[in-house]
């Protein structure tokens, strides 16, 4: 199976990245067309091979999906990251052609504070968020002080912190939104304190703290059975349309072909589907959004996001 550990170790071809030579003249870093490649390699073909960014790699099902995209005549490298942070920028630059990993609103946070304009493409499934604990079976047994952890990157730490104040734990100021951060936890009102960290080490760190905000990606390499939640959010929720998980490319790439043909595989392909679902614990609501109502939504979500 083609999956990269990492960006630093591969080489592409028929991508030509500038470098900045010994003189130090600035040049600016630019992936070439996604349709072909340096030499003219139509983009899905042996000599200039689709990219595809993920998170969590080695989940069985991301073979089965390697499998049916090349059974169709697309040659595919899936490219594995260890974190959020880096395939939305490595797309923008050429370095990846799309990336499944992110939901709506992480992907409208990226584009507002990079002034991106990565395009959602594709629907996959949205997922809850559960709050886990080594130590309690149920919110109530968490005591007054006990410190939680939430994911600190802005859009899961806000989902997380919602999911907290629903479980009676925290207070957040105005109620709270998709937007709110630990700052906006009224310590007087609230339960417990709340800690922001990187969703990487959420499920590591369980044992030092009384419950962590856990992302499905994470769960699975740490043994977590997602039934194990002591509460979670509705994926079913209308409300939950900004947390749809999306394929993502550059704007000048939204219609590409090949690209537009590996959402398709990924939707219809039952294998898949079903090693997404058990990869999830059985948690995901698989959904085929229209592309332009992703889009729309995310051109919403950005506009709520630059006025805060």
């Known amino acids: 199976m083609s999956i990269r550990p990492s960006l630093s170790n591969r080489r592409q071809p028929g991508r030509a990245l500038a470098i900045a030579g010994a003189l130090g003249i600035a040049v600016t870093l630019v992936g070439c067309s996604a349709a072909a490649g340096a030499d003219g390699a139509e983009l899905g073909s042996a000599e200039n091979p689709v990219q595809l960014g993920v998170v969590g790699a080695a989940e069985p099902y991301w073979e089965a999906y390697e499998e049916a995209v090349e059974a169709e005549g697309i040659e595919l490298d899936i490219v594995d990251f260890g974190d959020y942070n880096q395939p939305n920028p490595a797309t923008s630059e050429g370095e990846l052609d799309i990336n499944q990993f992110q939901h709506i609103i992480y992907l409208a946070n990226y ?24 130590q309690y079976e149920s919110t109530d047994d968490i005591p007054d ?27 957040l100021e105005d109620g709270g939104s998709p937007y709110s951060t630990v700052d906006d936890v009224i310590e007087a009102e609230s339960r417990v304190t709340v800690s922001a960290v ?43 349309q900004p947390y749809i998980n999306v394929f993502a490319t550059t704007a000048d790439n939204a ?9 398709e595989i990924y939707q219809t392909n039952e294998e898949v589907q079903a090693g997404a679902l058990e990869s999830s614990g059985g948690t995901g609501l698989f959904v085929q959004t229209p592309k332009a109502e992703l889009q729309a939504s995310l051109a919403a979500v950005q506009e709520a996001l630059q006025q805060q």
């Open 198 to 240: 990187d969703a990487a080490i959420t499920a590591t760190s369980l044992p030092d703290v009384a419950a962590a905000i856990i992302n499905n990606d994470f769960l699975t390499d740490a043994g977590i059975d997602p039934a194990d939640a002591i509460a979670v959010d509705d994926p079913a929720d209308p409300a939950a």
């Open 145 to 171: 002080g006990a410190e939680v952890i939430v994911p600190n990157d802005d859009t899961n730490q806000a989902r997380g912190l919602l999911v907290l104040q629903s479980a009676g734990l925290v207070v």
């Open 255 to 263: 219609d590409n072909e090949v690209l537009n043909r590996l959402v």
């Open 111 to 134: 584009n507002v504070q990079s002034g991106d304009d990565l395009q959602p493409i594709g629907s996959t499934a949205t997922y809850p968020i559960g709050l886990y604990s080594s």
